[in-house]
């Protein structure tokens, strides 16, 4: 068993109701325990045009290999419809790797640590609310980041459910069992 950490963004379409669907169809996969998932956050692009973002990030614990997580994670992208007309194109659904145990993985199509998870509000932050004192493989502390990031635009959502046992239960969301697409296999 490994413990994982995704990134989930999205700016197209309906964003806040895939990013909690995303959450629900990895914890559907036999091979994942979902964790954790941080609040969701709405932010600026960066280095692309297109609306706000929102963002979150999931901790688990997966048997699968990284290769295989990140091929899992293209075919949820695909599912929810992600495609890539340009680079930084707006997206339904980005799904990254950002952290794999303490693994450091430097090949053309995988870095792990995600190489500029420590230069992005949007990460950063919500790692940081999952784990205060999270290390990143050879970068150390994430929290020393958050003040290089700071003038980054971002913004805590506030939970649609105002119950604060719901809330504390759920990670501050009140997310539905069910994905709006069915069953993510
Ligand atoms: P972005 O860099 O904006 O997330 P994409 O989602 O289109 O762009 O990803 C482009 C490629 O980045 C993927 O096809 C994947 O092979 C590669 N990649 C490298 N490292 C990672 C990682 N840690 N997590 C996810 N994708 C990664
Ligand atoms: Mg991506």
């Known amino acids: 068993m490994t413990v994982a950490y995704l990134g989930l963004g999205a700016n197209l379409g309906d964003a ?3 990013l909690k669907d995303t959450v629900v169809c990895l914890a559907q996969q036999h091979t994942i325990t979902v964790l954790a998932r941080s609040s969701l956050y709405r932010t600026a692009p960066i280095d692309a045009g297109g609306d706000d973002y929102l963002n ?21 992208e695909l599912h929810f419809g992600r495609e890539r007309p340009f680079r930084n194109a707006p997206r ?3 799904l990254d790797i950002l952290l794999y145990g303490d693994q450091v993985i430097d090949e053309s199509d995988l870095s792990v640590p995600h190489p500029r998870l ?3 509000a949007f990460v950063l932050v919500p790692l940081v609310e999952l784990d205060p004192d999270l ?3 050879q970068r150390g502390r994430a929290d020393a980041f958050l003040a290089a990031v700071a003038e980054q635009r971002i913004e ?6 105002q119950c604060p ?3 504390a ?16 296999s």
């Open 16 to 18: 806040r109701q895939t």
């Open 56 to 76: 979150c990030v999931v901790k688990l614990e997966t048997t699968l290999t990284v290769r295989h997580l990140l091929a899992l994670c293209h075919k949820i």
């Open 92 to 94: 339904t659904l980005d």
């Open 118 to 120: 420590t230069e992005r």
């Open 135 to 137: 290390i990143i493989p």
């Open 156 to 161: 805590k959502m506030k939970s649609p459910c």
């Open 165 to 167: 046992v719901l809330n």
């Open 169 to 184: 239960l759920g990670g501050g969301s009140n997310e539905s069992a069910q994905t709006t697409k069915g069953r993510c």
